[in-house]
């Protein structure tokens, strides 16, 4: 029955449309990403590139990589985020030092920053490969304005140097980040004016925001994506978008989730990333759907006081509806 939604449009029945892309890991996904209808790439990992290396990947091996991708994708767009290492993602060989709170320490866009020649050969390859077809670049872990406008900084020379060396690249690229900080998201309006999208991980967002280790059997049970404070964060992220009129989209775990629908609908999220296998169940539920009621589902569900009644409360309206 699932195989019938995979060509057919991701709107709700009042014409709101949402685009489903997929997140991605390695280049041999991708013929099964468009066989479940994704509309391009919106979370390339490209830490698994670096995974099981003596020495980090060079600039050409990167580019063969990104550019297979954007080429097989065209023309839907193709986002990459830069190296997303540390905390929970653990690469052989880079030389990370033992944290004793690695969730919070060196990791992602911190490292990029510190490694800046590291740094500027991905950025190098990424930028050769937006000369091939629509590509996004994404900074992960994101914590205020200074963390931006030096990866920008970093950008700019990097555009540069392959504009002196007569390199081809695309100088539009779209620049966002990933808001995954509490910090993120209370200056998102701050952010919003120094890029051009904003997509929202809802994996390290959830964890920090409650302050729960999602892995640790004494307290995952605490892990709520619907506890009050997440719902509250995800307004102001998006409102905040709004207003400065950039997109925003959803990467995290979160954007699979069909229940979750309604949230993310009635939020106005543009965009919705996930595991290109979940693609066709979340079209089908959203096709069942409409802007107008999930607005008012959202409204009621931020109503109430605990991720429990919230649960309960959407739980009851889906199953009315479908």
């Keep these: 029955e699932l195989t019938r939604y995979r060509n057919l449009s991701a709107e709700t029945t009042d014409h709101y449309e949402v685009a489903l892309r997929a997140n991605l890991e390695i280049v041999s996904e991708v013929p099964a990403a468009q066989e479940d209808g994704a509309v391009g790439i919106g979370l390339y990992r490209t830490e698994f590139l670096y995974m099981n290396c003596k020495q980090p990947p060079g600039e050409d091996q990167q580019f063969a990589a990104y550019s297979e991708i954007v080429e097989r994708i065209s023309p839907h767009p193709v986002t990459i985020r830069t190296l997303d290492v540390g905390g929970d993602k653990f690469i052989q060989d880079m030389s990370l030092e033992h944290e004793d709170n690695p969730a919070m320490g ?73 808001i995954e900080t509490p910090a993120a998201v209370m200056i998102a309006p701050l952010l ?92 089908r539920v959203l096709r069942n759907l409409t802007r107008t009621e999930s607005k008012d589902m959202l409204n009621a569900l931020m109503q109430l006081s605990t991720g429990k009644e919230i649960s309960a409360h959407l739980d009851r309206e889906m199953r009315s509806r479908l």
Aim: with cysteine; proline share 4%; glycine share 6%.
């Design 106 to 178: 060196l990791r992602a866009i911190r490292f990029s920053l510190r490694e800046v020649d590291l740094f500027k050969v991905q950025l190098r390859a990424i930028l050769r490969a937006s000369a091939l077809g629509q590509v996004r670049i994404m900074f992960p872990m994101i914590s205020g304005v200074a963390e931006i406008r030096a990866c920008k900084r970093i950008l700019r020379t990097v555009s540069v140097e392959l504009e002196q060396e007569g390199v081809l690249f695309d100088p539009q690229v779209k620049i966002g980040i990933m």
């Design 192 to 283: 919003a004016k120094e890029v051009d999208f904003f997509s929202i991980g809802t994996n390290d967002l959830i964890q920090y925001c409650l302050a729960v280790d999602r892995g640790n059997e004494h307290v995952s049970y605490l892990y709520e994506p619907l506890h009050p404070a997440i719902l509250w964060a995800l307004k102001q992220v998006c409102d905040a978008a709004n207003a400065a009129g950039i997109e925003v989209g959803m990467c995290g775990e979160m954007a699979s989730e069909p229940m979750y629908l309604p949230v993310l609908i009635g939020l106005g999220l543009d965009e919705l990333s996930m595991n290109h296998a979940c693609i066709p169940r979340v079209k």
